[in-house]
């Protein structure tokens, strides 16, 4: 069976004229591949390209100014150097160092409340890193109003998915709004050279959290679902975001929904000199949220877990051994 990645347009949900129909679309494409494409989010042009400019900006620089940005704490944060990571590693697969780098923020939101600070958070809430701001300037301002902007495309989509799945609404607000997401900016350089047999811009995965929001175009060529049967392109289109569910909806639907298998694919040798970015935010419901089958009928099929404690096993897997 193939399955096709559909492009839905939000915005007769968002201005609640038919909010059903935009229900419905979202279930289909949740149930049959896990992906989808998103226009009438309401993120403005201007956003992106922001992002996209800073990032660059950053990824640009020296490579011992972008290690400054390293934090010292070796949490998740700031600047990931190339090829640090494996994203084929995460299902357990022996597969070589994804050929990207990156840079990350969690929250950027006030965390004076205790809920941040407790011991059993770890390093879930440790401190963002920034560059210099003389080095790239505008920088933590782009980071933290996309941050904000795809916080609320990824609570609106949760409360489609809360509807389709036939529950109130509202189901899901209170399990995500402490959220721990990820906002990572990737640069996958040229390619001087060959990669290593299997060594892919970004391996074979799922994703670990709720849903994750990528920037869609132009960045987003390379992206590729496995369909059941082959790898396909997921769309490009101006202006759109790439949807995909991450394992905890799996686990929550009991796989009536699907975290599907995609990965980042490389260019054509003729391509080989150009890089490619990506803007992704990966959602994290709240870290103490317990995951277990929503599902009323059949057996459980996973046993149940936290948001926190999923993350944490999924990162411990990827980190290539120095
Ligand atoms: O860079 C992309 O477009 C996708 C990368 C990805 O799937 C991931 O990092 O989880
Ligand atoms: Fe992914």
């Known amino acids: 069976m193939t399955r096709k990645v559909p492009v839905i347009d939000l915005t007769d949900f968002r201005t609640g004229r038919d909010k059903q129909a935009v229900v419905e679309q979202v279930a289909d494409a949740c149930r049959s591949i896990g992906f989808l494409v998103i226009s009438g989010h309401g993120v403005p042009a201007e956003m992106f390209d922001a992002m996209l400019g800073v990032s660059k900006g950053f990824f640009d620089l020296p490579v011992e100014t972008k290690k400054r940005a390293i934090p010292a704490d070796g949490s998740f944060r700031g600047y990931s150097e190339l090829a640090n990571m494996s994203l084929g590693q995460s299902l357990g697969d022996d597969a070589p160092p994804d050929l990207r780098e990156g840079f990350s923020v969690n929250r950027v939101q006030d965390k004076s409340d205790p809920y941040y600070s407790n011991p059993a958070a770890g390093k879930l809430f440790a401190p963002n890193v920034w560059p210099d701001p003389e080095d790239v300037p505008g920088f933590e301002q782009a980071f933290s109003d996309y941050y904000l902007a795809m916080e609320g495309v990824a609570t609106t989509l949760m409360r489609i998915f809360a509807l389709a799945l036939e529950l109130p609404e509202d189901f899901f607000d209170a399990k995500v709004d402490k959220h721990f997401t990820n906002l ?13 047999p299997g060594q892919l811009r970004g391996g074979a995965h799922t994703d670990f959290g709720s849903l994750t929001l990528v920037y869609g175009h132009p960045s987003v060529s390379g992206l ?68 277990e089958s929503l599902d009323q009928v059949n057996p459980a099929k996973y046993p149940p877990t936290t948001s926190g404690e999923h993350l944490r096993r999924k990162i411990l897997a990827m980190r290539v051994a120095a």
């Open 184 to 196: 990572v900016a990737y640069h996958y350089p040229p390619m001087p050279a060959a990669p290593k």
């Open 224 to 291: 590729q679902v496995w369909d059941g049967s082959e790898w396909e392109d997921v769309p490009v289109e101006p202006g759109t975001l790439v949807v995909n569910l991450g394992d905890l909806m799996a686990q929550w639907t009991n796989d009536l929904w699907v975290s599907t298998l995609h990965r980042v694919a490389n260019p054509p040798e003729s391509e080989w000199d150009k890089a490619r970015y990506s803007l992704i935010f990966f959602h994290q419901p709240n870290y103490d949220c317990v995951i």
